[in-house]
T-cell receptor, first 112, second 114 residues
Framework: SQKIEQNSEALNIQEGKTATLTCNYT??????LQWYRQDPGRGPVFLLL?????KEKRKERLKVTFDTTLKQSLFHITASQPADSATYLC???????????FGTGTRLLVSP | GAVVSQHPSRVICKSGTSVKIECRSL??????MFWYRQFPKKSLMLMAT?????????EQGVEKDKFLINHASLTLSTLTVTSAHPEDSSFYIC??????????FGEGSRLTVL
């Protein structure tokens, strides 16, 4: 069956450290993978998109890697801040770009 | 980024009534709109995909007669929860995109059925 799993439901780290979130997928062959941030009671906000032929993508303190052999994406937040506390969701296109399917999400808590 | 407006943000209704939620793309034409449902502390569950001018494609297990989706124009899609029951209480989120790539999400609608 098809699955998109994010390694942990919750992740607690200290301010200033690097947060690393994992997204693994099974039985998908995405052309690209996306990461979103969701705050409580709000809709998700797009962060980054990485294509299958890209190994790494960066945006300010964010870095995403994409390994199609391992079927895994890693999402890093460097120099984390309490304001980074949120749920982070990975997503990938399925069925020839007809729909976007989301992973289980990881709640990140950055403590001062 | 592009803006997607979703209304109402909160709605409370009695069991047996119908509720309509609107989703509008304000500054772009959305070729595809998606409707998701989210339970507390859970991820987004895709309910259906709608393309302008055609019938929505529903995910397995989603009742198309209960959740009516209409995508009447390139900037408007509506979700109507018909004959709502308490188990339909949830957070419903719409999203839109132009072509392929990133999705732009509405702020979500919290439905409470008494």
């Amino acid at each position: 069956s098809q699955k998109i799993e994010q390694n942990s439901e919750a992740l607690n780290i200290q301010e200033g450290k690097t947060a690393t979130l994992t997204c693994n997928y099974t039985n998908y062959s995405p052309a690209y993978l996306q990461w979103y941030r969701q705050d409580p009671g709000r809709g998700p906000v797009f962060l980054l998109l990485i294509r299958e032929n890209e190994k790494e993508k960066r945006k300010e303190r964010l870095k995403v890697t994409f390994d199609t052999t391992l079927k895994q994406s890693l999402f890093h937040i460097t120099a984390s801040q309490p304001a980074d506390s949120a749920t982070y969701l990975c997503a990938l296109d399925a069925e020839g770009f007809q729909k976007l399917v989301f992973g289980t999400g990881t709640r990140l808590l950055v403590s001062p | 980024g592009a803006v997607v407006s979703q209304h109402p943000s909160r709605v409370i209704c009695k069991s047996g009534t119908s509720v309509k939620i609107e989703c509008r793309s304000l500054d772009f034409q959305a070729t595809t709109m998606f409707w998701y449902r989210q339970f507390p502390k859970k991820s987004l569950m895709l309910m259906a995909t709608s393309n302008e001018g055609s019938k929505a494609t529903y995910e397995q297990g989603v009742e198309k007669d209960k959740f009516l989706i209409n995508h009447a124009s390139l900037t408007l899609s509506t979700l109507t929860v018909t004959s709502a029951h308490p188990e339909d209480s949830s957070f419903y989120i719409c999203s839109a995109r132009q072509g392929i790539g990133e999705l732009f999400f509405g702020e979500g609608s919290r439905l409470t059925v008494l």
